[in-house]
């Protein structure tokens, strides 16, 4: 009876129930094509890389020179919309100087310029793929920047970190479909990007990897630290699986590529 005496409510429920069983639909087939390991839980064996301009800076930024001027445009910086959730970093406005300071000299001062471990969430949106090689008991992240990686101890909440480590400490375990990894105990040397973002050995990460289908995962990583931010703060993004044929992980031992800034730089201060 409502319908007839009302047919633009008839039609206003009709287009909620369709809409509500599209998403309905769309939720299980995502759910269907999730790859699963034997024990039921998310697959996330296979190699998997970034996109985006997020490694110069996690903040929205506009295009720039280069630090060598010489390399032109294939040196120059290029713009992205950043990947920090809300746009800003909340840091305190002394932890805002010092990413200044970072940044106004960062070829000198990026630990990743001189080879060193690029710590965590700054691995995964590095312009180089990473493996991840998955067990019921632990999961291990390969990395092809200089050979780094780490080991995921699965639903062990209690075991501690012997000491700080460039790729800090990292706990993982299931929430639904979500894979989260808890990693603390990090060096405060590094740095989240090349314009001099940066942290202290008090910084928390919380990693949710979702599957978003078969060959596309959503990143997202909470970071806390106190001495430098005045509130949690998130960046996202997605990671695509490479599916090259013979994909694999190369060498890219980079030591070799920083001897002589590294060594240089010792001869000019001795």
Request: charged fraction near 20%.
């Amino acid at each position: 009876m409502i319908f007839v005496r009302y047919p633009q409510l008839h039609r206003v429920l009709t287009g909620s129930v369709v809409v509500f069983l599209l998403g309905f639909s769309l939720q299980v087939a995502a759910q269907t094509t999730i790859p699963r390991t034997a024990d039921g839980n998310p697959d996330f064996n296979g190699i998997w890389q970034a996109l985006g301009s997020a490694n110069w800076d996690i903040e929205p930024h506009a295009a720039d020179f280069g630090p060598v001027v010489e390399l032109a445009a294939i040196g120059a910086i290029p713009a992205g919309l950043g990947i920090v959730s809300g746009g800003e970093i909340p840091y305190t406005a002394a932890a805002r100087a010092q990413q200044q300071a970072n940044k106004a000299d960062w070829l000198a001062l990026d630990p990743v310029v001189k080879c060193y471990m690029p710590g965590i969430p700054r691995a995964n949106y590095l312009p180089f793929p990473f493996q991840i090689i998955q067990s019921p008991a632990h999961i291990v992240v390969a990395y092809e920047f200089a050979s780094a990686s780490r080991i995921v101890y699965m639903d062990q909440p209690d075991f501690e970190a012997p000491l700080l480590s460039w790729m800090g400490h990292s706990r993982g375990h299931f929430e639904g479909d979500t894979l989260v990894i808890d990693v603390t105990d990090q060096m405060p040397d590094t740095w989240l990007d090349h314009a001099g973002n940066h942290h202290t050995d008090a910084l928390r990460v919380t990693e949710r990897y979702t599957h978003m289908g078969p060959n596309t995962l959503m990143y997202e990583a909470t970071l806390e630290d106190p001495n430098v931010y005045t509130r949690p703060w998130t960046v996202k993004f997605p990671l695509y699986r490479r599916l090259d044929e013979n994909m694999q992980l190369l060498e890219f031992k980079c030591v070799e590529f920083s001897e002589e800034l590294i060594y240089g730089h010792l001869r000019k201060t001795d």
